[in-house]
């Protein structure tokens, strides 16, 4: 029976955790291709491997990651794409990524709004137990099956590896390919359950599919990470009895595991993966409420209507500017606005009142505009924007290491994109002085690369039991069934 929850498989006389359910007899042995996708809160990815590219004997793996995936007449180089997703009138998928956000910008600009448009959805099943009812409401208020949209974006991934495969010279028959999907541990057991519905509606059996979780899977890529990436092989983690502690800093949230490196990429779990919903994209939120102050709400909300693809690049720009935020150094990161910005703001607002607003007010000297720059002062983006969620942060972290009190754990790894962050960087090395504190290479990779890993050998994290408070719900088993035998009964109908 497809959505029967196998019973937990023990490895050395530690249990398989139910939402990984990975090294059941369900999942087919036989597969060419391990293919992992993480849909994240701001950007998604997917990569693979082929058997042959992962020889853990002789401690070597290959990962693809895709390529810089539809960016157009952009020119950024990043693997990740932003979780964008544009439906058709009836549903259907249109594009996802950049391709998604460049095709609504067009249609909101040539007049027609007929299509639905998602952006940073994910975390729409955070905190939620979502049903096949659950519905969420696009860019314009109108409303989808929240499957719909993630069961869709799903197969963007699959289409995209399929055509990139096709378009290397190679067959592939969807037979061959084992998936796995990673989700963040402080999701419910619910949501993650509900993620694999809807890999099951994007045509994922469940015999191919892995559930991942992100901060375990980052935690088994950090194994391999040391001798390419880290010049000071003393900071790797892969020595048998090391025990550390991998924080994946994401968009929407934080995620944390902790292991010990039991050798030859083994795993074992010392505290159950968990986190908190306070990733890099409450900045870009903050940031907006700071600029509201000076241009008004309902003027934010109309440009961002009217104007998608400016704000959707400006937003890039501020992303890509923060990295020039220093910890210490007092500096101005700028960013260009876009010609129709500035002439609204100009009928809008006059010269004087903007003098008021930026001179007189809270934001004086902190947020300047010039001519068709706004430039906005790092100490503001420091200590208003990225202080509050660096002491979450280290509340998060601190609450483990206080909860393990093991001297053994010195190594923290901080991997996704906002570890990239150099202010965040320090807070958590000003904060854990004695704890050696890592980014590898990449780091924004790390997830996605370890889950491809996971794949092909799903049972390397050895789970503890009493660390384990998760329990599969019978009610959404069922709830599982119903909704598959639906799906299939209108398949074939
Ligand atoms: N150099 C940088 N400085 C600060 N923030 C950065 C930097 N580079 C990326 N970010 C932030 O990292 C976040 C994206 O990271 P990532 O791609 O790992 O998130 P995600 O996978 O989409 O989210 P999640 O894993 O939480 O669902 C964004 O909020 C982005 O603004
Ligand atoms: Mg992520």
Not at 55 to 67: A, H, L, R
Not at 279 to 308: A, C, H, M, T, W
Not at 350 to 370: S, V, Y
Request: with cysteine; proline share 3%; net charge neutral.
């Amino acid at each position: 029976m497809w959505w029967c929850l196998h019973s937990c498989k023990l490895i050395n006389g530690s249990k398989q955790r139910a939402d990984t359910l990975i090294s059941t007899p369900m999942i087919s042995p036989d597969y060419k291709y391990v293919v992992a996708i993480d849909v994240g809160t701001t950007s998604s990815a997917y990569a693979y491997a082929k058997k042959e590219d992962i020889d853990f004997d002789k401690n070597q793996v290959n990962v693809t990651c895709n390529q810089a995936w539809g960016v157009g007449k952009h020119n950024y180089m990043k693997i990740k794409t932003p979780t964008s997703v544009l439906l058709d009138e009836n549903g259907e998928l249109d594009s996802f990524g950049y391709k998604a956000e460049y095709n609504y910008d067009k249609r909101v600009k040539d007049g027609v709004n007929d299509f639905y448009f998602f952006r940073n959805f994910r975390m729409a099943l955070y905190k939620n137990n979502p049903t096949s009812q659950m519905v969420i409401f696009d860019v314009n208020g109108r409303r989808m099956m929240v499957q719909t949209v993630f069961s869709k974006t799903i197969s963007a991934f699959m289409k995209e590896f399929k055509e990139s495969i096709t378009n290397s010279g190679n067959n592939i028959s969807s037979e061959e390919v084992r998936w796995v999907l990673t989700v963040p541990a402080i999701w419910s057991e619910a949501a993650k359950q509900f993620m694999k519905i809807c890999a099951y509606l994007a045509g994922i059996p469940d015999n191919q599919l892995i559930i991942a979780l992100e901060s375990e899977a980052a935690s088994i890529y950090c194994q391999y990470v040391q001798k390419r990436d880290i010049d000071d092989n003393a900071i790797s983690v892969s020595k048998k009895g090391t025990q550390y502690m991998v924080v994946d800093l994401g968009g929407g949230k934080v995620d944390i595991a902790v292991n010990e490196t039991l050798g030859n990429g083994f795993l074992r779990e010392i505290h159950r993966p968990t986190g908190e919903d306070c990733g890099g994209n409450l900045i870009n939120q903050s940031l907006v409420q700071e600029l509201s102050q000076i241009v008004g709400n309902s003027f934010l909300k109309d440009v961002k209507r009217s104007y998608p693809k400016e704000c959707f690049d400006i937003q890039r720009d501020f992303e890509a500017a923060m990295k020039c935020v220093d910890p210490f150094e007092e500096n101005k990161i700028s960013l260009r606005l876009p010609y129709v910005f500035l002439n609204i703001i100009r009928q809008e607002i006059n010269q004087e009142q903007m003098k008021q607003i930026l001179h007189l007010g809270p934001h004086c000297e902190k947020i300047i505009i010039e001519n068709d720059w706004v430039y906005i002062s790092s100490n503001l983006i420091r200590e208003r924007l990225l202080q509050p969620i660096a002491e979450k942060i280290y509340k998060l972290i601190m609450n483990i290491l206080f909860k393990i009190k093991n001297p053994r754990l010195t190594k923290i790894l901080l991997v996704g994109g906002f570890a990239d962050s150099k202010c965040i960087q320090e807070a958590v090395r000003k904060g854990f002085p004695s704890n050696k504190i890592i980014v590898p290479h990449e780091a924004d990779l790390c997830i996605i690369k370890g889950a491809v890993i996971l794949g092909h050998s799903p049972d390397l994290i050895q789970h503890d039991d009493k660390h384990d408070e998760r329990v599969i719900r019978e009610y959404y088993n069922s709830a599982a069934q119903t909704v598959v035998k639906n799906a299939t009964s209108k398949k074939t109908s």
